[in-house]
């Protein structure tokens, strides 16, 4: 992370890196063909997961409701983030040298955080319009207005989108002038920083800050909404009154357990400490699994969700 004179003769001769090479799961060969098999099931699952989410609740009255449209918004995110990720894993699967250019990389980075980070900051706006729902319901429908709803969406793409740019940013200020081999199967901020041939401290200062607020602080105010829901469960006099509370969140509780349990098991060491494998598994969880599920989560789990998917698509009614 820090100069050395042999990196700065590099630079002053021009050999910046023009193009990485994605280690992928090239350590694995005899893998090759069941993992693209898996991967490219996981991507067609999401795409059609959340593109019938997306047309759902776009076509029904019913769902014009503040849950379902930051839903609809997690849909999006959701295809955005595995469609800036997968299509390149599966080519690199299916070829012998994996290796992306210097700008498609800075590219990818962009749109993965852009689209991770709205994920965590939109999870704690569901859980407080989930927290208003249950907590405070005779007051839900003044409180979450729809110009609430639509100024809370768009801060969270808007904050995303900046904080993305300015990570983004900083990254295209270093100098990559040595190895060019990314130990992840796709560009991600630490394997990055690795490779970097000049002082990473105010990028590894960003990254632990946006770390520190979509990480940790989201996940305590989360927490706390989730605090406060449970307890107004537990006041509810009738067992059939508890179920009911219950499963208006039960959905979003499961998917941010299992977003934020890849997410932690990704960053909860400092970039010193990087152990490619387990950044990859976690990359695997929150890139592909994570967006699959989601989908498959809500409408499970959701009868309105399913209603609206019969009314459109008659062939799902059995």
Partial sequence: SSENPPCSMAISNHSQVTEFILQGFSEHPNLRIPLFGCFLSLYLVALTGNVLIITAITLNSSLH???????????????????????????????????IS??????????????GSSELLLFTVMAYDRYVAICHPLHYSTRMTKMLCNVLAASVWLICAFNSSINTGLMTQLSFCGPNVITHFFCEIPPLLLLSCTSTYINMVMTVSSDAFYGFINFVLT????????????????????????????????????????????????????????????????????????????????????????????????
């Avoid at 210097?102 to 689209?115: A, D, E, K």
């Avoid at 469960?233 to 039960?250: N, P």
């Fill in 65 to 99: 409701s503040p849950m379902y449209f930051f839903l609809f918004n997690l849909a999006i995110m959701d295809i955005i983030c595995t469609s800036s990720i997968l299509p390149k894993v599966l080519q690199g699967l299916l070829s012998e040298e994996n290796t």
């Fill in 102 to 115: 210097y700008r498609g990389c800075m590219t990818q980075l962009y749109f993965l955080i852009w689209s």
């Fill in 223 to 318: 927490l706390v909404s989730y605090g406060f829901i449970i307890s107004s469960i537990l006041k509810i006099q009738t067992s059939e009154g508890k179920k009911r509370a219950f499963s208006t969140c039960s959905s979003h509780l499961i998917v941010v357990s299992m977003y934020y349990t890849a997410v932690f098991y990704a960053y909860i060491s400092p970039i010193c400490g990087y152990n490619p494998e387990r950044s990859k598994l976690a990359g695997v969880l929150y890139t592909m699994l994570s967006p699959t599920l989601n989908p498959l989560i809500y409408t499970l789990r959701n009868k309105e969700v399913k209603m609206a998917l019969r009314k459109l698509f008659p062939c799902f009614r059995n």
